[in-house]
């Protein structure tokens, strides 16, 4: 089984949080998530985000404080996902690399069919953990 490091970033604006869709040929295809993805080897997990955030979404962000960490074990890996909040820098929101993205209510997060190690961040949104 494969141990991977993973970032997810907690981007709000008025209120509402960003999630993006994953692709359908994607592991967990479809499935709503805090965008992000895995880290290189080596590399610092905040620059990983930022550039994860850029390849996915165009957009430019600051990786701010630690949200949540989360250790799940899927079927066929484990994953440890680091929640950031993060901030909008600059850039145009754009689906380069997801089937769809939009920001919600955070109440909202519950309606969802999130990927399973993205609830432990949502509960953590919401002050349920």
Not at 28 to 33: A, Q, R, S
Not at 88 to 105: C, F, M, T
């Amino acid at each position: 089984m494969k141990q991977l490091v993973v970032t997810a970033a907690v981007i709000e604006k008025n209120g509402k949080v960003l999630v993006a869709q994953r692709k359908p040929d994607a592991h967990m295809g479809l499935k709503w998530e805090f965008p992000g993805g895995k880290l290189e080897w080596g590399e610092d997990p905040r620059a990983g985000l930022a550039r994860e955030i850029a390849e996915e979404l165009g957009i430019e962000i600051a990786a701010e404080d630690v949200l949540e960490v989360v250790s799940h074990a899927y079927q066929d890996r484990h994953i440890v996902l680091i929640g950031y909040r993060c901030r909008y820098l600059r850039g145009e929101l754009r689906r380069l690399d997801v089937h769809d993205v939009r920001y919600v209510q955070p109440e909202e997060l519950l309606t969802l069919d999130m990927a399973p190690a993205d609830w432990p961040i949502v509960h953590r949104l919401l002050g349920k953990s």
